[in-house]
């Protein structure tokens, strides 16, 4: 026998045991075919052609419906045990296909955060969980965790409580002022009065004025480009355009590559209860795909040189 005349035989049998078992239960050919989305007629044509097959009735007729003859009723109860045993085995592959399939999960920060320190590490995430797919959504607007255009979830830059949302510290937000190595080669800055002559690039979060503030110099007037984004403000400090005061976790890398120095050494920081946390709409499921990424991100801060 030819395969394909082997697979038509076999989808028939199927065909009719599916007709033959909706009929037997619910006791007309009208209500199987109601159950199956065909015609009546073609219940009836594959109950007739099991019969023709089997050589024998399967169902007497009743004044209302159809009602299987003893030795079909012992049938429909082993073909009803067979379904069962391949529905089961089904759900079993389609679960394990499930558990094997990728995680995908959309996670929004800012701009700044994604490219200076999330994107150089998402090499190690890929390795350690290649089932788990991140879509990192890089935008300083804030996406919604719930609702229309919703994101798994965020890495936030705020100081808490984030109302509505579950909400975890991730990196400290303490600032430090960089500049380009040329810049600092020129510059004899020990006091932060001496910065007051020397370009300051700022971007939304006023951090200068802030800064000032804390070490005694309120209202201080300074000059230099502002930027509506870290990142921006970043980039213009690796130009040589001035000193920059930024968030901690994003110039690690570039102190490192030494693209950047500290203009003060460690000395003027700006102290905040400001942070990046992961955020989302409900507690993290143990075990859940969102509960690894967020053990990795921890576990890359935990690794992070230069951060304590």
Known sequence: MKINDARRMTQAVHNQLIAFEATARLGSFRAAADELFVTQGAVAQQVRAMEEKLGMKLFTRLPRGLAPTPVAQDYVNRVRQAMGIIEEATRGLLHTESENAPHRLTLSTTAAFASRWLLPRLVRLTEQHPRISIMIDATDAMRPLK??????????????????????????????????????????????????????????????????????????????????????????????????????????????????????????????????????????????????????????????????
Not at 163 to 173: F, N, Q
Not at 255 to 266: C, H, I, P, Q, S
Not at 288 to 294: G, K, R
């Open 147 to 308: 609702g229309p255009g919703s994101v798994d979830m965020a890495i936030r830059w705020g100081a808490p409580p984030f109302l509505d949302t579950t909400a975890s510290l991730l990196l400290p937000g303490r600032g430090i002022a960089v500049c380009s190595p040329t810049l600092r080669g020129h510059g004899s800055w020990r006091r932060p009065q001496d910065v007051l002559n020397v370009p300051l690039i700022s971007d939304t979060h006023d951090n200068w004025a802030r800064w000032f503030d804390i070490y005694g110099l309120p209202g201080a007037r300074f000059s230099g480009p502002s930027f509506s984004q870290a990142n921006l403000a970043l980039d213009a400090a690796e130009q040589g355009m001035g000193i920059a005061l930024i968030p901690e976790p994003l110039v690690i890398p570039s102190l490192e590559t030494g693209t950047l120095t500290r203009a003060f050494a460690d000395a003027y920081p700006l102290e905040t209860d400001h942070g990046f946390h992961v955020v989302t709409a409900e507690p993290i499921t143990p075990d859940s795909a969102m509960a690894t990424v967020v053990a990795w991100l921890l576990n890359e801060v935990e690794a992070s040189t230069g951060l304590t």
